[in-house]
T-cell receptor, first 115, second 107 residues
Framework: EAGVAQSPRYKIIEKRQSVAFWCNPISGHATLYWYQQILGQGPKLLIQ????????DSQLPKDRFSAERLKGVDSTLKIQPAKLEDSAVYLC?????????????FGSGTQLSVL | LAKTTQPISMDSYEGQEVNITCSHN???????ITWYQQFPSQGPRFIIQ???TKVTNEVASLFIPADRKSSTLSLPRVSLSDTAVYYCLVGTYKYIFGTGTRLKVLA
């Protein structure tokens, strides 16, 4: 079974530039999550999708971050414009149904460095 | 959401049993306890989940006392490859990752 795919693996940009990350969840998984993990910290949930609808985006800095999952399959997360503090690993995860206590499957993440 | 507290770091030697305890005093009735493992440059990976008493799988055991205010992840006979960060999560639909416990296994 293929896992959660993310690209690119690494990205280096300068502050005020834009960047986009792509995620393809495990086939058939209805729920998709984007997490931000700053060095030395645990992952922080940015946004959760159930199919193509947003379930929770309370922690997403909406003035600069946006995410979409138009067809309920793959998803993109965009930052525009980037700030130095956005340097982090961006992790995508998926789960089958979004039901209580489901196991999350994570991708390897995109490491973003903002200079 | 229940807050969790776990040691920041632990060292162990190969072949030893490692126990990592997590405190979650305000766990809700419907909350499960879930542990994830994260290696450098990888996303977290599910290890084990439980509600009460003891759960065991091929990787670890999870001990949960009757009051469910804490839980202990037990890793039998660790090897160097078990060096990782271990996260304890408590919740039903939404999970908050803390800073985790950095386990270092020494030869």
């Amino acid at each position: 079974e293929a896992g959660v795919a993310q690209s690119p693996r690494y990205k280096i940009i300068e502050k005020r530039q834009s960047v986009a990350f792509w995620c393809n969840p495990i086939s058939g998984h209805a729920t998709l999550y984007w997490y931000q993990q700053i060095l030395g910290q645990g992952p922080k949930l940015l946004i959760q999708f159930q199919n193509n609808g947003v379930v929770d985006d309370s922690q997403l800095p909406k003035d600069r971050f946006s995410a979409e999952r138009l067809k309920g399959v793959d998803s993109t997360l965009k930052i525009q414009p980037a700030k130095l503090e956005d340097s982090a690993v961006y992790l995508c995860a998926s789960s089958p149904l979004g039901e209580a206590n489901e196991k999350l499957f994570f991708g390897s993440g995109t490491q973003l460095s903002v200079l | 959401l229940a807050k969790t507290t776990q040691p920041i770091s632990m060292d162990s030697y190969e072949g030893q049993e490692v126990n990592i305890t997590c405190s979650h005093n305000n766990i809700a009735t419907n909350d499960y306890i879930t542990w994830y493992q994260q290696f450098p440059s990888q996303g977290p990976r599910f290890i084990i989940q439980g509600y009460k008493t003891k759960v065991t799988n091929e990787v670890a055991s999870l001990f949960i006392p009757a009051d469910r205010k804490s839980s202990t992840l037990s890793l039998p006979r660790v090897s160097l490859s078990d060096t990782a960060v271990y996260y304890c999560l408590v919740g039903t639909y939404k999970y908050i990752f803390g800073t985790g416990t950095r386990l270092k296994v020494l030869a």
